[in-house]
């Protein structure tokens, strides 16, 4: 299993941008696909977004689309999650977890997001938006 770490979180002004990312210590062809999830203090974990290391289009919950973008360095390895016009909604820890072939094919299809499909998790990163 890949084993991930998350980094740039931090504190903005509702508006403001962040970028978060997500380094695997395994290549990419160990996961395929990358998930984002977060979880506030009085909410359940919920996916955000999805990198598809096949090329299908990108998977954004309606919460985040139009304002957060993942994209992957591959020779980083690493998938990142660019989040602009930061809601105070939007303020929560923050989780990359890396998906199965399986699992991917079936979010890339439609059949829902869920955390318990995913096996390797990083330890989140915290990310703070204030009025």
């Known amino acids: 299993q890949a084993q991930l770490v998350e980094s740039g979180g931090g504190s903005v002004q509702a508006g403001g941008s962040l970028r978060l990312s997500c380094s695997a210590s395994?290549?990419?062809?160990?996961?395929?696909?990358m998930a984002w999830f977060r979880q506030g203090p009085a909410n359940e974990r919920e996916g955000v977004a999805v990198f598809f290391a096949g090329g299908s289009t990108p998977y954004y919950a309606d919460s985040v689309k139009g304002r957060f973008a993942v994209s992957l360095d591959s020779a980083r390895n690493a998938v990142y999650l660019e989040m602009n016009d930061l809601k105070p909604e939007d303020a929560a820890m923050y989780y990359c977890?890396?998906?199965?072939?399986?699992?991917?094919?079936?979010?890339?299809?439609?059949?829902?997001?869920?955390?318990?499909?995913?096996?390797?998790w990083g330890q989140g990163t915290q990310v703070t938006v204030s009025t």
């Open positions: 977890a890396a998906g199965s072939s399986p699992t991917c094919r079936a979010v890339a299809v439609g059949q829902g997001l869920r955390q318990s499909d995913f096996g390797s």
């Open positions: 395994r290549y990419t062809d160990s996961w395929s696909c």
